[in-house]
């Protein structure tokens, strides 16, 4: 009977060895709430302090303090590491908030952060100032960018569109209202597409009027057609949408001066007309001529992108521009265009220089990291903003079909806005089902 008992334990331990070694590739957050979290929280309580010296985030103690370890402790007087105000454990991995003590600021601890990852045994280590002398640690326990999931809370609302997953597990949002213009660069099969359909399947739930420029004859935004309020297939149709969106701000400017407001948001709810969002897929379609005749619809289109750039976010139209290079070599007016464009994101490119022309300017540290990103991982990213700081990013794999049937389920949020009328596309109306014959059939007769 012991043998039975000895060879059912072990077979149960084996079971749950091998149900745990399944779990931590299969099932990563299960393994990381069972085993990961646990051993992460033992070797910070463990280590901390050993682990702050050793990096340098730990300072020389006041006189006050110093005199009291020696003289009323009677110990020998230790650095003083960041105190830790609040552990907290999720399902990807785990946040930590410190308090710095006077002489280290925030920096100190985004240098140290990659020697904190190895120290603690986590994936990556996150440093984000959340107040005045406190940042916040986020830990994650295992590659979350692997297999995508995103966060239960993240859904589109008041002009913020959930599009990626970063790397700390938390959403990245395009929040048009803080980044009213953005530029998107990736090669082909890089997950450029991907990014703008998360963008679009956000966007088709929200008030807003989408207008979409795709001179590749629609090939990608003609899916979406049910939810567009206007769609552009050739430069020549996008020359004459853009010259009506310039009217449209325009005329905004007009209501806005009468109602002595500067922002659309400022106005009351039933004066407010529906934002824009302008879809272009790819901008090179539009610089690009190849005749001297088509110079001037290329001036036409360029200063009518440059002149929303400026000055669209004041009147609730907002431009998202995609294209796998844009630079100089685009001609007139390329570096005038991207100047405006705060929101960045990068996905993989052929050559460095193509993530210089997205990020240099904002986040130089980042070009680094987009030159890296691997043909095995379509829909990762690096995103940058003006402010400097940037985030590795992974949209969640979703077909076009999908995003069609969500842009028909919404296809009554279309709002109502003339000017765009006449660039409304064709959307051929759904084969209804058969109905069954009311008449009973009846048999042959000789």
Not at 251 to 278: A, C, K, N, T
Not at 285 to 291: A, K, P, Q
């Amino acid at each position: 009977m012991p043998d039975v008992t000895m060879m059912l334990e072990a077979t149960g331990a084996l079971g749950a060895a091998g149900g745990l070694g399944y779990a931590k590739y299969r099932a990563p957050r299960v393994y990381w709430s069972l085993v990961g979290l646990p051993a992460a929280v033992g070797r910070l309580t463990f280590t901390y302090r050993a682990t702050m010296d050793v990096c340098g985030l730990t300072v020389q103690p006041s006189r006050l303090r110093a005199f009291m370890a020696r003289n009323v402790a009677r110990r020998e007087v230790q650095p003083v590491p960041p105190r830790i105000h609040g552990v907290r454990g999720t399902s990807t991995g785990l946040r930590v908030t410190l308090r710095l003590p006077a002489g280290l600021e925030p920096a100190d601890v985004i240098a140290s952060s990659e020697r904190l990852r190895h120290a603690w045994g986590v994936h990556s280590v996150t440093v984000v100032e959340t107040r005045p002398g406190f940042v916040e640690l986020r830990m994650t326990g295992y590659d979350v960018l692997r297999r995508v999931r995103m966060p239960r809370g993240a859904v589109a609302r008041d002009m913020v569109v959930p599009v990626a997953l970063r790397e700390d597990g938390t959403a990245f949002e395009r929040d048009y209202r803080k980044a009213p213009m953005a530029l998107t660069l990736g090669a082909n099969a890089s997950g450029k597409s991907m990014y703008q359909r998360n963008l679009i399947k956000g966007l088709a739930r929200l008030p807003v009027a989408l207008a979409g420029i795709d001179c590749k004859r629609g090939v990608e935004q003609s899916a979406f057609a049910p939810r567009l309020s206007a769609l552009a297939t050739t430069p020549d149709d996008a020359a004459s949408l853009l010259a009506v969106l310039v009217a449209e701000m325009e005329d905004r400017f007009d209501l806005l001066s009468r109602h002595g407001v500067s922002d659309l948001w400022e106005l009351p709810g039933h004066l407010r007309p529906v934002p824009v969002v302008v879809l272009v897929d790819e901008v090179a379609e539009l610089f690009l001529i190849s005749s001297r005749k088509d110079e001037e619809r290329r001036e036409r289109i360029v200063t009518a992108l440059i002149r929303l750039a400026q000055m669209a976010r004041a009147a609730g139209i907002y431009l998202e521009i995609c294209g796998q290079r844009f630079g100089s070599d685009l001609g007139k007016g390329a570096t005038m265009l991207r100047a405006q464009l705060t929101g960045r994101v990068v996905h993989r490119v052929n050559d460095k220089q193509t993530a210089e022309m997205g990020l240099a300017d904002v986040a130089p540290d980042a070009v680094t990291v987009a030159s890296l990103i691997p043909m095995e991982r379509p829909g990762t990213a690096v995103a940058a903003d003006a402010s400097g700081g940037w985030s590795k990013i992974r949209t969640p794999e979703i077909t076009r079909a999908e995003v069609a049937a969500v842009c028909r389920e919404h296809a009554h949020l279309v709002p109502d806005l003339p000017p765009l009328d006449p660039f409304r596309p064709y959307v051929p109306a759904e084969p209804l089902a058969p109905v069954p014959s009311l008449l009973k059939p009846s048999p042959a007769t000789d």
